[in-house]
């Protein structure tokens, strides 16, 4: 009996993995015949009545998934912008053209994380086999927008010194017409405008892939201090890691290293992984960005005498967040400092848990984070990972899960007044953490403080908390259209929409509607502060903490 349980249980295994072989070997021939006609698909001239088809498909699923449609554009106006596209749309275009006469409707949804992705043509395996032996050494820049410039925010490695260079052209383009032309396709949350500047000049590179294509190669004329020059960037092969030179040099200190006993290079052995263990136990605790080489998130102290504290967050999505916190506040209140202040510039959100542990340690009284969420299905997970653009991969474990996912939706769901509600852990109450700072909080902020970032915003103005400094945010003050997605792909030109799927915002509300976290004092940094490695936001600060001494 017992053996044959076993060959029955060996059978089923066999079964199994020659499913799984199938599985893989079918995909590797679908890809491969999908590539084709996938790049023929987002390269042709697509037809007036397959653009039309994809205006509407857009637009019911919209309809159907966005708990908040209406919000801030009115359903006639909106039904009358879409119409008009149609009606506008006489003659062929590529996706990437449709794209931009898209998004140009679809930013008066009025909501930052609804966005529309052109497709671009894809690889097949040699290709993005030796794709992955290049680097484009562009990816070193990142942008600002200011005072009306375009400007070098931060460059990486030999690039170092073009830090605050501006730009002039890009491949012989005015960078204030790009800026003028992708503005026009950007969504924020509600009537907010601080977060077109900002998000065009931040995210520049991208937006100039998606408004070009893919590129190898471009060229910026550059003006740093008094000097005008060209600068060219292109892909190119990556260093190996040790040349012949270098090679040569570890060869004669070979010879000239003392040798080590056994005991010493197990010794030495072991601290090294001791140290690697460490780095690792950093990178995870601080949020670590391998392409940025910063951490996601710091404490130092600032000011004349260094009493003052602060904590730059640039991310809430990176990294095991509960260790920094714990080790932050736990140093804070050892040293008594009497004044926090938390740098949410540039910070487009992330997890909802993190801001809710953050916020544990701002307060002294129980509270809860966010609202039950409005959503417009009662298995939002599930249908964000069944989604069109989704993988088969994916789809097929997302079935295999769905036992357990269903439940546990239809658990965190609810229904009042004829209105879905979805329950995250953050629309549960909490107590404050012992640890919680008791001193002044300042709070930087800018129009790229969105998602999470202005939810926790909300938080600390709605309770009196902090006072705030900088820009107005980018992200709305009464809640934005987040949490889970699905990212439609349309049937003809392939153009990706990413949908929100829940309505999340705090108790605390303002009014008018539709804008952002208003800073107690506004101050605008300049070009010119830049250039004088000025910081005018947290300069305003320590003054004020020093006037108050």
Sequence with gaps: MGKALFLIHQFKVIKMKKFLFLLSISIIVSSCGSIESYNEAVTKMHPVEDLREDVDKVYKQLQRLHPRLYQFTPKETLDFKFDSLKTAITSPMTSRTFHKELAKVT????????????????????????????????????????????????????DSVLINAEVLEVNGQNPLDLMKKY???????????????????????????QDNGRFDSITFKLRNTDSTFIKKYKRIAKAEKKSVVDSAKTDSLKQIKPKLTKAERKAKKKAKKLEWKQKRKDYKKYGYNYTTKLYNRNLSFVGKDSTTALIKIRGFGRGKYKDFYEETFATLDSLGTKNLVIDLRNNFGGRLNEIR?????????????????????????????????????????????????????????????????????AAKEREANPLNFKGNIYVLINGNSFSASSILSTQLQGSNRATFVGEETGGAYNGTVAGYYKVYELPNTKISARIGLMHIDSKFKTSPDGYGIKPDVEIIPTYQDRLNNIDPELEWVLNDIEKKK
């Design 357 to 425: 542990w953050f916020y544990s340690y701002l307060t002294d009284k129980n509270f809860t984070l966010i609202n039950k969420s409005e959503a417009n299905s009662r298995i939002p997970i599930l249908k964000a990972l069944m989604s069109n653009s989704t993988s088969v991969v994916t789809k097929f474990f997302a079935g295999l899960a769905s036992p357990y996912l269903i439940p546990n939706n239809l658990l965190r769901s609810s229904k009042k007044d004829g209105q879905l509600y979805f329950k995250f852990k």
């Design 107 to 158: 930013k008066f949804v009025g909501q930052g994380h609804m966005s529309l992705s052109p497709p671009s043509t894809k690889f097949n395996r040699k290709q993005r086999k030796a794709r992955r032996k290049t680097k484009f050494e562009v990816s070193n820049l990142d942008f600002e927008y200011l005072d009306k410039k375009l400007i070098i925010r931060n460059a990486r490695g030999k």
């Design 183 to 209: 503005k026009k396709t950007i969504a924020s949350d509600g009537y907010n405008t601080t977060f077109h500047d900002r998000v065009a000049g931040y995210r520049f590179l991208g937006y100039y892939i």
